[in-house]
C-alpha cells in the first residue's frame, strides 16, 4: 500500500512538472534558510559547551555603585579575592588570578604574537585544557613555566617536533621553558587564549597585586558539584564588603554557561544578551519555513479543480478518506523530500557565504549526526505542515457532486488561500520595513558626532623600546612629509580604559560616588585624535612642565560647578590648565563618564598616528612601518584603522541588518514564487473568460487589470497589517538604544511600494501572457 501511495504521488508530481518545481524550489529555499540559521544557533549556543566543567565554573564579575546606580564590571576584581574565595567559602574548591596580555614569542628568527594570559593553577583544570605534551599537574611546578597551544608550539617549533623544555623569548625581554601543550580551543569560546603562564611570575614585579584597591583580575571559581549555588552566591557577594568596608562593590557568581548568551547587564541585573538574537532567529527560521509550506498548501488547493474528478472516481472504487489523506500526505513528504536534497546542495554553496557575512565558521556536514537529524526532521514537519490542509481539504469532496460537475472550490477554501497569500506579503513587508529602520540605527549612530577625528587615524600597540624612543620616532615619521602628528595614550580612544572614583575637586558636590576615566598622554594626543581643546591650553611637549598639570572633560568641568575651572584644582594637588570637549567612547549608544588627563607618556599602551591630508594610504603606513623597524626591530609592525575598530562595535546591529536584509529577500522571493503559481492557475482557470472578453474588444490592459486586482488587494491588506506590526517590533528594539533613530513614515511607504512592485510585476507576467493568447485558442472547444 506504502510503495503504491508513493508511485502515485511520483506520478502526479511528474506529470504537474511546473507546479512542482515551485513547490520545491519554494520549500528548498526555506529549509536551506532554517538550516543556515539553526547552524549559527548551534554555533551560539554551543559557546564553551567543550569545557567538561562547565557546570561548575564561574566568573567573578563586581557590581559598583556609582551616583546611585549599580553596575556591573568585568576584569575588575582584586588579587587577593581568588585565593580568599578558595579558602573561607565552602563549596569553593578552585579559584584563580587571570590577566590577559599580549606576548611577541620569539625562537630562532620566528617571531609571533600570541594573546594569553597569567594565571593561577587551577586555571588549567578550571578550563580543562588537554595536553598532548606534559602534564596538567605539574605544568606550573617552575615559576618560568609555560604551557602552549598546538598552534603555537607548531608555529614555533615545526609539526614534528616536541615543544617540551624548549625555551621561548618574551617580548625581547625575558624567556620561559615550555612546560606543557595543549590541544588548540575550538573558536567558539568566550574566553580563548594562547598561552598560559604562572601569575606568580606577574605578582613578582607588581606588588601593587595583594591590595583590594586595585581592580585589574579577572577571577574565575569552581564549586563541588553537590554545592548549592545560592548559598555560595550569597557568601561570595559578602566577602568583599566584609574585607573592604565598603559595601559599594560587590562581586558575586556569573556562570560559565551565561557567558556568551547572558553577558549583558543593566543596574546591576542581568538583561540578556545574545540569547535575544538566538531566540529571534530560531522564531524566523520558524516563519521562513511557514511561509514556503504556505505556498504548497496554496497551490494544492487551488488546483483543486484539476485534482476533483481523481478524488470522486477512487471514492466510487472504493477508497477510504484515510487512504486518501494518506495519498496526499505522501505527496507532500515526497516533495518535502526533493526540497530537502536540493536544500543539501544550496547549504554547500551557500554556507562559505554566510560565514564571511557573519564572521564565523560554520560548516554543514552530511557526516554529522546531529545536522542529518535536524534536517530530516525539518523535511518530516514541513512535509506534514505542508500537507495536512491540502490533505483533509481534497478527501472531502463527495463523489456525487465531484462527477456531476458541481463546483467543487468552497468559500472557506477560497478565503484561507487568500489569507495565507496576505500572511505572506505580511511578513515580507515586515522584514523590509526592519531592514530599513535597523540600516537608519547602525547609520544614525556612525553619524554621531564623536568628539574627535576618527578618519585615517592609525592605532598602533606599544612594544618593546617605543616608549623609550617615542621622540625619535616621532622626528622620524614627521621628517617624511607624509605624518602630520604622533600621540601615546594609556588605553584604545574608543575603550573604557582605567577608571577611579572618590576624587576632590573645588567646587561640585557629591564627587566620592563619581565613576571617572583616567588618561595617560603626550601632549600632541589631542592633535592627533582631533579632540577640540574648548577652555585653557593643551600640554606642553615637555612632560616635566606640566607633570602635576591636569586637562579635564566638559563633563566633568561642569561637576566642579559654574564659571571657569582654570585653575581649581583635584584632590588639592592637579590643577586644572585645560578643558576638552566630551567625546564618545565605551558606549557608543549613550554618554560616556568623566575624563580627567594627565601628562605622563611613560603608561603609553597605544600610539596613534595620523597622516597629512593627501597622503596614499599604503605610504604613509610604509612610513610608519620603515621608522618602527628602525627604533623597535625587534617587534612586528601591528596596527588598526580606528574607523574599522569602531565599525566592529556595531557587530550585532550589522548582523541584524545583513540578516534582515537575507530574510526579507527569502521572504519575498518565497512569496513570489507562490504568487506566480497562483497567478498562473487563476489566468488557466479563467482562459475562456479572457477570450470572450478578447473577442468582445477588451484591451490586454484591462485583462490585466481584472486578473490582477484580487491579488493586489490582498498585498494592500497586507501593507495595512504589517505596518502597525514593524512599528510595535522596532519601537521595542529601538527602546534598548539611549542614543536612537525616530521611526520616520517613509521606511513604511518604501517597504510598501516594494512589495507592491514586486507583486505587480508577478503578476502581471502570468497576466500578460495570458491575454495576448488568441481567443480561437481558447475558446475552441466550445
Known amino acids: 500500500m506504502i510503495k503504491n501511495y508513493i508511485k502515485i504521488a511520483w506520478r502526479n508530481l511528474w506529470k504537474n512538472k511546473g507546479y512542482s518545481m515551485l513547490n520545491i524550489f519554494g520549500l528548498a529555499i526555506g529549509i536551506t534558510c532554517a538550516a543556515t540559521i539553526l547552524l549559527w544557533v548551534e554555533d551560539e549556543v554551543g559557546y564553551d559547551a567543550n569545557f567538561e566543567k562547565q557546570d561548575v565554573v564561574y566568573y567573578v564579575p563586581t557590581n559598583q555603585e556609582y551616583e546611585g546606580e549599580w553596575r556591573t564590571f568585568f576584569q575588575a576584581t582584586p588579587g587577593p579575592l581568588a585565593e580568599v574565595l578558595k579558602v573561607e567559602v565552602p563549596g569553593i574548591v578552585g579559584s584563580a588570578r587571570t590577566k590577559g596580555e599580549d606576548f611577541l614569542f620569539q625562537v630562532g628568527e620566528t617571531s609571533i604574537n600570541k594573546f594569553g594570559r597569567y594565571a593561577d593553577p587551577d586555571f588549567l583544570s578550571m578550563f580543562s585544557l588537554s595536553f598532548v605534551e606534559g602534564n596538567l599537574e605539574t605544568a606550573f611546578n617552575d615559576v618560568d613555566a609555560m604551557v602552549i597551544s598546538q598552534e603555537t608550539a607548531t608555529q614555533l617549533f615545526g609539526e614534528n617536533t616536541s615543544a617540551i623544555n624548549k625555551v621561548i623569548k618574551i617580548n625581547n625581554l625575558e624567556s620561559y621553558t615550555v612546560s606543557g601543550v595543549y590541544e588548540d580551543l575550538p573558536h567558539n569560546v568566550t574566553y580563548s587564549f594562547d598561552w598560559v603562564v604562572p601569575f606568580e611570575r606577574f605578582a613578582q614585579d607588581n606588588e601593587w597585586v595583594k591590595e583590594y584597591g586595585a581592580n585589574f583580575s579577572d577571577t574565575f571559581v569552581e564549586l563541588s558539584p553537590e554545592a548549592n549555588f545560592d548559598v555560595v552566591n550569597r557568601k561570595v557577594k559578602a566577602i568583599l564588603p566584609m574585607k573592604t568596608e565598603d559595601d559599594e562593590t560587590i562581586a558575586f557568581l556569573f556562570s560559565m554557561k551565561d557567558w556568551h548568551l547572558k553577558s549583558v547587564f543593566e543596574g546591576g541585573k542581568n538583561i540578556g544578551g545574545q540569547i535575544t538574537y538566538v531566540r529571534l532567529f530560531s522564531l524566523i527560521a520558524i516563519i521562513i519555513l511557514l511561509i514556503a509550506c504556505i505556498n504548497f498548501m496554496n497551490l494544492a488547493t487551488a488546483r483543486s479543480e484539476k485534482r476533483a474528478n481523481e478524488v470522486g472516481v477512487r471514492k466510487v472504487l472504493g477508497s477510504g478518506r484515510k487512504g486518501l489523506i494518506s495519498q496526499f500526505m505522501a505527496e507532500a513528504i515526497i516533495t518535502a523530500t526533493l526540497s530537502a536534497v536540493l536544500s543539501v546542495v544550496l547549504l554547500k554553496l551557500l554556507v562559505p557565504q554566510f560565514n564571511m557575512m557573519i564572521d564565523k565558521q560554520l560548516d554543514f556536514s552530511l557526516f554529522n549526526p546531529i545536522h542529518i537529524a535536524v534536517l530530516l526532521g525539518i523535511t518530516l514537519i514541513c512535509g506534514l505542515v505542508a500537507g495536512w490542509y491540502p490533505a483533509f481539504y481534497l478527501s472531502s469532496f463527495r463523489p456525487v457532486d465531484v462527477l456531476k460537475g458541481a463546483r467543487r472550490t468552497k468559500g472557506s477554501a477560497s478565503f484561507i488561500r487568500k489569507g495565507l497569500v496576505a500572511t505572506q506579503f505580511v511578513v515580507s513587508i515586515v522584514f523590509i520595513i526592519c531592514t530599513i529602520i535597523v540600516y537608519q540605527q547602525v547609520q544614525h549612530v556612525k553619524g554621531r558626532d564623536l568628539g574627535y577625528n576618527k578618519e585615517n587615524l592609525v592605532k598602533i600597540p606599544v612594544t618593546g623600546d617605543m616608549i623609550k624612543n617615542f621622540n625619535p620616532i616621532e622626528a622620524d615619521m614627521k621628517t617624511t612629509g607624509m605624518i602630520e602628528s604622533i600621540g601615546l595614550i594609556n588605553s584604545d580612544i574608543l575603550s573604557g580604559g582605567n577608571n577611579t572614583s572618590g576624587l576632590s575637586w573645588q567646587g561640585g558636590v557629591d564627587t566620592e560616588d563619581v565613576l571617572v576615566s583616567v588618561r595617560d598622554i603626550t601632549a600632541d594626543f589631542f592633535n592627533t585624535a582631533g579632540l577640540e581643546i574648548i577652555e585653557g591650553r593643551g600640554f606642553s611637549n615637555n612632560p616635566a612642565q606640566d607633570s602635576v598639570n591636569i586637562i579635564v572633560s566638559e563633563s566633568f568641568a561642569k561637576l566642579m560647578g559654574s564659571g571657569s575651572v582654570i585653575g581649581k584644582t583635584i584632590e588639592e594637588d592637579y590643577p586644572v590648565i585645560g578643558v576638552v570637549k566630551d567625546y564618545v567612547y565605551d558606549d557608543m549608544y549613550g554618554s560616556s563618564d568623566p575624563v580627567i588627563f594627565f601628562n ?130 522596532m519601537q521595542n528594539w529601538l527602546e534598548g538604544y539611549a542614543y536612537r533613530v525616530t521611526i520616520n513614515a517613509w521606511a513604511f511607504v518604501i517597504a510598501g511600494a516594494v512589495a507592491i512592485l514586486i507583486a505587480l510585476f508577478t503578476i502581471s507576467f502570468q497576466a500578460i501572457n495570458a491575454a495576448r493568447v488568441n481567443p480561437v485558442k481558447s475558446l475552441r472547444s466550445e
Do not use: H
Request: proline share 3%; with cysteine; net charge positive.
Open 600 to 729: 605622563d607618556p611613560s603608561q603609553g599602551r597605544f600610539m596613534y598616528v595620523k597622516a597629512k591630508p593627501g597622503v596614499a594610504t599604503t605610504a604613509a603606513l610604509a612610513t610608519m612601518e620603515a621608522s618602527l623597524k628602525k627604533f623597535n626591530s625587534a617587534f612586528p609592525f601591528e596596527y588598526e584603522f580606528v574607523d574599522d575598530t569602531y565599525d566592529a562595535k556595531f557587530k550585532s546591529e550589522k548582523l541584524i541588518g545583513n540578516l534582515s536584509q537575507v530574510f526579507a529577500l527569502l521572504a519575498i522571493l518565497i512569496s513570489c514564487l507562490g504568487l506566480f503559481g497562483l497567478s498562473a492557475f487563476t489566468a488557466d482557470q479563467r482562459r475562456k473568460e479572457i477570450g470572450v472578453r478578447k473577442v468582445l474588444g477588451s484591451s490586454i490592459t484591462g485583462i490585466v487589470g481584472l486578473l490582477s486586482k484580487d491579488f493586489m488587494r490582498l498585498v494592500f491588506m497586507a501593507i495595512i497589517i504589517a505596518i502597525p506590526i514593524a512599528w510595535l517590533l
